[in-house]
T-cell receptor, first 113, second 112 residues
Framework: DSGVTQTPKHLITATGQRVTLRCSPRSGDLSVYWYQQSLDQGLQFLIQ???????AKGNILERFSAQQFPDLHSELNLSSLELGDSALYFC????????????FGPGTRLTVL | SQQGEEDPQALSIQEGENATMNCSYK?????LQWYRQNSGRGLVHLILIRSNEREKHSGRLRVTLDTSKKSSSLLITASRAADTASYFCATDSTHNNNDMRFGAGTRLTVKP
């Protein structure tokens, strides 16, 4: 158990819909990272927040957005969903930046029908 | 887009043998990390090697980094069936706003 929790575990929705994925980092960790893993794109970094502020941005689509709240939990919002958005979405947390070990949550499996 | 490329894509060995996986990348990096993923589960961090380091050890793991060749290798010695997993290298590049890029991974199968 990494100490990072993600909800929900599974999500099935239709094209055009909007969903919110939630992540609670390990106690004391200030950074939260979001990743997408799909069969065709592999594992891709989406975005990082540190203590409430966006720190780094990867291959995140404009239809996607994220935020980190004062209690340090984070939410990833996916809108206007397409079939290709079906993937595993992982959240990870670390104490600080990239050189700190990242602890991954169990992931949310999103299926868009 | 992916920065690192692991090879081989898949590796099958017997328990007790050593497993070597390679990773190549394209741009200058700050750090390179190796992760392990059991099927459908979250990644587990194995080891981080900085750009100014050449070799690191952690238990049965040995990682090397050759920045002149833009490549790294992960050696698992005396493999066990429990080492069966996918292994990914990840780099944070000096050129990409510090985002992290993962390779496609090597699927390692260790037969008992």
């Amino acid at each position: 158990d990494s100490g990072v929790t993600q909800t929900p575990k599974h999500l099935i929705t239709a094209t055009g819909q909007r969903v919110t994925l939630r992540c609670s980092p390990r106690s004391g960790d200030l950074s939260v990272y979001w990743y997408q893993q799909s069969l065709d794109q592999g594992l891709q970094f989406l975005i990082q927040y540190y203590n409430g502020e966006e720190r780094a941005k990867g291959n995140i689509l404009e239809r996607f957005s994220a935020q980190q709240f004062p209690d340090l939990h984070s939410e990833l919002n996916l809108s206007s969903l397409e079939l290709g958005d079906s993937a595993l979405y992982f959240c990870a947390s670390s104490a600080g930046g990239w050189t700190d070990t990242q602890y991954f949550g169990p992931g949310t499996r999103l299926t868009v029908l | 887009s992916q920065q690192g490329e692991e090879d081989p894509q898949a590796l099958s060995i017997q328990e007790g043998e050593n497993a070597t996986m390679n990773c190549s990348y394209k741009t200058s990096i700050n750090n390179l990390q190796w992760y392990r993923q059991n099927s459908g589960r979250g990644l587990v961090h194995l080891i981080l090697i900085r750009s100014n380091e050449r070799e690191k050890h952690s238990g049965r793991l040995r990682v090397t980094l050759d920045t002149s060749k833009k490549s790294s290798s992960l050696l698992i010695t005396a493999s066990r069936a429990a080492d069966t997993a996918s292994y990914f290298c990840a780099t944070d590049s000096t050129h990409n706003n510090n985002d992290m890029r993962f390779g496609a991974g090597t699927r390692l199968t260790v037969k008992p």
